[in-house]
C-alpha cells in the first residue's frame, strides 16, 4: 500500500469510525438510561410485570402473528399472479402502486382507512342506506389487522414477484416444451422460489408488526387492543412512571432481539441459478378458469391499496384546505417538519457515505486471505441492526435519561433529528453502497496515482457519479423522517409540533375534517418525495 492510499485509507476510516461512534451513543445512551432506571428503582420494574402487561405481551404477538399471516399468504398469490401475467394494460402502474403504501405516513393511511371503514366512513353510509343495522367501526384488533395488511400485503408482493423473477428463463422454456400445465409449473418451479423467500419476507412483516406504533395507537381503541410501544408511550406521557416504561422498554427489546436471532436460523438465501439465459422467458400459458381468478385477486389487491388512498384524498378535499393552510399552528408545523426531515436526511446520508467510504477502504487495505476486521464488519452491516432498535425505544431510552439533567421537552429538536437520520440510514445506505464500490472499482487505482484523496477526491471523482444515489437517499430519509410520529410523540409539545403531531392532535380532539385535510397535505409531500427517490433511483437511459 503506497503512503497516498494510507492516507487516503485513515481518511475514510476515520469518518466511518466517527459516524459509528455517533450511532454507538444514540444507541447506547438509550440502554443506558433504561439500566438507570432499572438500577435505581429495581422493585419499580420488577412489580411492572403485572397481568396487564402479560395482556399486553399477549396481544402484541397475536396482532404481529395475525397480521403476517393475513399479509403474507396472499401476498404469494397475488406476486403469482403477476408473475403468470407479465403483459397486460396498467400492470406497470400496479406494480408502481404496490410502493405508494411504503410512501405514506401511517398516520395518514390510519385516517384513510377510518375514513373508509370507521362509524362514521364510506363503508358506514353505504350499510346504513341498505337498512342494515349501525356498521360496527373497525377500532380494535380489526382495525389494526386491516392497517398492517394495507401496508404489507403490497411490500410482501413486491418481494416475492422480485424472487419469481429470478426463476432463469430456461426453466420456463422447458415447461413449455414439457407441455407442464399451471399445478406442475407452480409445484416445480414457482413454490420453490416462493418458499425460500417465505422466512425472509413473513420475517420482516412480522418484525414491522411487533414494532408498528402509530397504526396501533390511532386504530387500537382502548387497552384491549395495547401493544408494548403503545404502553411505554403511555407510561412515560400519559402515568409518568420511568420505572414501568424502563421494564416495557426492555422486553419489547428483548422480543425484537429474539425474533432476529429465529431469523438468523431459518432465513437463509435462496440458491439461484447462476447459468446464463439463452432464451426469453416463456411462462406456462394460463386457462381461462386461472385467468379469472388471477384477475380477481389483483383487482382486489388494487382495491386494498386504492381505496383508503381515495378516502383519504376525498376526505382532504371536502376540508377547507385554504383555511388549514392559512392557520399560523400549521404553517408553523409544516416549516418544522420540514426543517427537521431536511436535517435528518442530510445526517442520515452524510453518515451512510461515510460508511460505505469507510468499508470500502478496509476492503481495499486488507491482504488477501485476511479476515474482515470488526470495524469493517460493523461499517459493512453493523449498521443496519439499528432497525432492530425500534425509534420509539430509542426515544423512550433518552426521555428517562434526559428527565436527569432537565426539561425533556427542550431536547425535541435534537432527538427528533437524530433519531430519524440514524433510523433511516440503512435505506440511504442500500442506495449509495453499489454506486460506490462501482465507483471505487473504476478509479481506486487512478486516484491513488494521481494522490486524489479527501475533499478533492470527493469532489472531482465521486460525486459526480454518487449524485443521483445521494439525491435518492436524501429523497427517501426525507419521507422517512417527514412522516413519523414515533420520536415526536414523546416529545413533542405545544412549542414543537410536527405535521403528524398535529394531525394525531386534531383526530384526538375529534375535528376529523381538519385531520383529513392535513393527512391529505402531509400524505402529498411524502409521496412526492418518494416518487423524486424513484425517480432518481432509476438508471438512466
Same mark, same amino acid.
Given at each position: 500500500?503506497?503512503?497516498?492510499?494510507?492516507r487516503?485509507?485513515?481518511?475514510?476510516?476515520?469518518?466511518g469510525?466517527? $459516524?459509528?461512534?455517533?450511532?454507538?451513543?444514540?444507541?447506547? #445512551?438509550?440502554f443506558?438510561?433504561?439500566?438507570?432506571?432499572?438500577?435505581?428503582d429495581?422493585? #419499580?420494574?420488577?412489580?411492572?410485570?403485572?397481568?396487564?402487561m402479560?395482556?399486553v405481551?399477549?396481544?402484541t404477538?397475536?396482532?404481529?402473528?395475525?397480521?403476517?399471516?393475513?399479509?403474507?399468504?396472499?401476498?404469494?398469490?397475488v406476486?403469482?399472479?403477476?408473475?403468470?401475467?407479465?403483459v397486460?394494460?396498467?400492470?406497470g402502474?400496479?406494480?408502481?402502486?404496490?410502493?405508494v403504501?411504503?410512501?405514506l405516513?401511517?398516520?395518514?393511511?390510519?385516517?384513510?382507512?377510518?375514513?373508509?371503514?370507521?362509524?362514521?366512513?364510506y363503508v358506514?353510509?353505504?350499510?346504513?342506506?341498505l337498512?342494515?343495522d349501525?356498521?360496527?367501526?373497525?377500532? #380494535?384488533?380489526?382495525?389494526?389487522?386491516i392497517?398492517?395488511?394495507?401496508?404489507?400485503?403490497?411490500?410482501?408482493?413486491?418481494?416475492f414477484?422480485?424472487?419469481?423473477d429470478?426463476?432463469?428463463?430456461?426453466?420456463?422454456r422447458?415447461?413449455?416444451?414439457?407441455?407442464?400445465?399451471?399445478?406442475?409449473?407452480?409445484?416445480?418451479?414457482?413454490?420453490?422460489?416462493?418458499?425460500?423467500?417465505?422466512?425472509?419476507?413473513?420475517?420482516?412483516?412480522f418484525?414491522?408488526c411487533i414494532?408498528?406504533?402509530?397504526?396501533?395507537?390511532?386504530?387500537?381503541?382502548?387497552p384491549?387492543?395495547?401493544?408494548l410501544?403503545?404502553?411505554?408511550y403511555?407510561?412515560?406521557?400519559?402515568?409518568f412512571d420511568?420505572?414501568r416504561? $424502563?421494564?416495557?422498554?426492555?422486553?419489547?427489546?428483548?422480543?425484537?432481539?429474539?425474533?432476529?436471532?429465529?431469523?438468523?436460523?431459518?432465513?437463509?438465501?435462496?440458491?439461484s441459478?447462476?447459468?446464463?439465459?439463452?432464451?426469453?422467458?416463456?411462462?406456462?400459458?394460463?386457462?381461462?378458469?386461472?385467468?379469472?381468478l388471477?384477475?380477481?385477486?389483483?383487482?382486489l389487491?388494487?382495491?386494498l391499496?386504492?381505496?383508503?388512498?381515495?378516502?383519504?384524498?376525498?376526505?382532504?378535499?371536502e376540508?377547507?384546505?385554504?383555511?388549514?393552510?392559512?392557520?399560523?399552528?400549521?404553517?408553523?408545523?409544516?416549516?418544522?417538519?420540514?426543517?427537521?426531515?431536511? @436535517?435528518?436526511?442530510?445526517?442520515?446520508?452524510?453518515?451512510?457515505l461515510?460508511?460505505?467510504?469507510?468499508?470500502?477502504a478496509?476492503e481495499?487495505?486488507?491482504?488477501?486471505?485476511?479476515r474482515?476486521?470488526?470495524?469493517e464488519?460493523?461499517?459493512?452491516t453493523?449498521?443496519?441492526?439499528? @432497525?432492530?432498535?425500534?425509534?420509539?425505544?430509542?426515544?423512550?431510552g433518552?426521555f428517562?435519561?434526559?428527565r436527569h439533567?432537565?426539561?425533556?421537552?427542550l431536547f425535541?429538536?435534537v432527538?427528533?433529528?437524530?433519531?430519524?437520520?440514524?433510523?433511516?440510514?440503512?435505506?440511504?445506505?442500500?442506495?449509495?453502497?453499489p454506486?460506490?464500490?462501482?465507483?471505487?472499482?473504476?478509479?481506486?487505482?487512478?486516484?491513488?496515482q494521481?494522490?486524489?484523496?479527501?475533499?478533492?477526491?470527493?469532489?472531482?471523482?465521486?460525486?459526480p457519479?454518487?449524485?443521483?444515489?445521494?439525491?435518492?437517499g436524501?429523497?427517501f430519509?426525507?419521507?422517512?423522517?417527514?412522516?413519523?410520529?414515533?420520536?415526536?410523540a414523546?416529545?413533542?409539545?405545544?412549542?414543537?409540533?410536527?405535521?403528524?403531531?398535529l394531525?394525531?392532535?386534531?383526530?384526538?380532539?375529534?375535528?376529523?375534517?381538519?385531520?383529513? #385535510?392535513?393527512?391529505?397535505?402531509?400524505?402529498?409531500l411524502?409521496?412526492?418525495?418518494?416518487?423524486?427517490?424513484?425517480?432518481?433511483?432509476?438508471?438512466?437511459a
Amino acid at each position: 500500500m503506497t503512503p497516498h492510499t494510507r492516507r487516503r485509507t485513515d481518511a475514510r476510516v476515520a469518518a466511518g469510525a466517527t $459516524a459509528l461512534a455517533a450511532i454507538g451513543v444514540l444507541v447506547g #445512551g438509550a440502554f443506558a438510561g433504561l439500566a438507570m432506571e432499572g438500577a435505581a428503582d429495581p422493585s #419499580g420494574a420488577i412489580s411492572a410485570f403485572d397481568p396487564y402487561m402479560a395482556r399486553v405481551v399477549r396481544f402484541t404477538l397475536w396482532q404481529a402473528l395475525l397480521s403476517t399471516l393475513l399479509s403474507v399468504a396472499p401476498a404469494m398469490s397475488v406476486a403469482r399472479a403477476l408473475s403468470r401475467h407479465p403483459v397486460f394494460p396498467g400492470r406497470g402502474w400496479l406494480v408502481g402502486l404496490f410502493a405508494v403504501p411504503l410512501g405514506l405516513p401511517a398516520i395518514v393511511a390510519a385516517l384513510g382507512i377510518l375514513a373508509l371503514l370507521g362509524r362514521a366512513g364510506y363503508v358506514s353510509g353505504l350499510f346504513t342506506l341498505l337498512g342494515a343495522d349501525g356498521w360496527p367501526g373497525i377500532y #380494535g384488533l380489526a382495525g389494526i389487522l386491516i392497517a398492517h395488511v394495507f401496508f404489507n400485503l403490497p411490500l410482501a408482493t413486491r418481494l416475492f414477484l422480485e424472487a419469481l423473477d429470478t426463476v432463469p428463463p430456461d426453466q420456463w422454456r422447458l415447461a413449455s416444451q414439457l407441455g407442464m400445465g399451471a399445478t406442475a409449473s407452480f409445484r416445480l418451479i414457482e413454490w420453490p422460489v416462493l418458499r425460500a423467500s417465505l422466512p425472509g419476507v413473513a420475517g420482516l412483516v412480522f418484525m414491522l408488526c411487533i414494532t408498528s406504533f402509530t397504526l396501533v395507537l390511532t386504530l387500537g381503541g382502548g387497552p384491549g387492543a395495547t401493544t408494548l410501544e403503545v404502553a411505554i408511550y403511555q407510561a412515560l406521557r400519559f402515568d409518568f412512571d420511568p420505572a414501568r416504561a $424502563a421494564a416495557l422498554t426492555m422486553l419489547q427489546i428483548a422480543l425484537a432481539m429474539a425474533v432476529v436471532a429465529l431469523l438468523a436460523r431459518i432465513g437463509a438465501p435462496s440458491a439461484s441459478d447462476t447459468g446464463l439465459p439463452v432464451s426469453r422467458p416463456r411462462l406456462v400459458a394460463a386457462g381461462a378458469a386461472e385467468t379469472v381468478l388471477n384477475a380477481m385477486l389483483i383487482v382486489l389487491a388494487a382495491l386494498l391499496v386504492v381505496s383508503p388512498m381515495a378516502a383519504t384524498v376525498i376526505g382532504g378535499l371536502e376540508a377547507d384546505l385554504l383555511r388549514l393552510v392559512g392557520e399560523a399552528s400549521v404553517r408553523k408545523a409544516a416549516t418544522t417538519s420540514l426543517a427537521f426531515a431536511f @436535517l435528518s436526511a442530510l445526517i442520515s446520508v452524510t453518515t451512510a457515505l461515510s460508511l460505505v467510504s469507510a468499508r470500502r477502504a478496509l476492503e481495499l487495505g486488507r491482504r488477501r486471505g485476511e479476515r474482515p476486521s470488526l470495524l469493517e464488519r460493523l461499517a459493512d452491516t453493523g449498521a443496519g441492526f439499528v @432497525l432492530v432498535v425500534p425509534p420509539l425505544v430509542v426515544g423512550a431510552g433518552w426521555f428517562i435519561l434526559l428527565r436527569h439533567i432537565g426539561d425533556v421537552l427542550l431536547f425535541a429538536p435534537v432527538m427528533v433529528v437524530s433519531v430519524n437520520a440514524v433510523m433511516a440510514m440503512p435505506f440511504a445506505v442500500r442506495a449509495i453502497r453499489p454506486a460506490y464500490d462501482a465507483a471505487s472499482e473504476r478509479h481506486e487505482r487512478l486516484c491513488a496515482q494521481l494522490g486524489l484523496a479527501g475533499w478533492n477526491r470527493l469532489r472531482l471523482v465521486e460525486l459526480p457519479v454518487l449524485r443521483r444515489p445521494l439525491l435518492t437517499g436524501f429523497a427517501f430519509a426525507m419521507a422517512l423522517s417527514l412522516g413519523d410520529l414515533g420520536v415526536i410523540a414523546l416529545f413533542g409539545s405545544d412549542a414543537v409540533q410536527t405535521l403528524p403531531y398535529l394531525l394525531y392532535q386534531r383526530l384526538g380532539s375529534y375535528r376529523t375534517a381538519d385531520a383529513a #385535510g392535513l393527512a391529505l397535505l402531509l400524505g402529498g409531500l411524502c409521496l412526492v418525495l418518494m416518487l423524486a427517490a424513484d425517480r432518481l433511483g432509476r438508471k438512466p437511459a
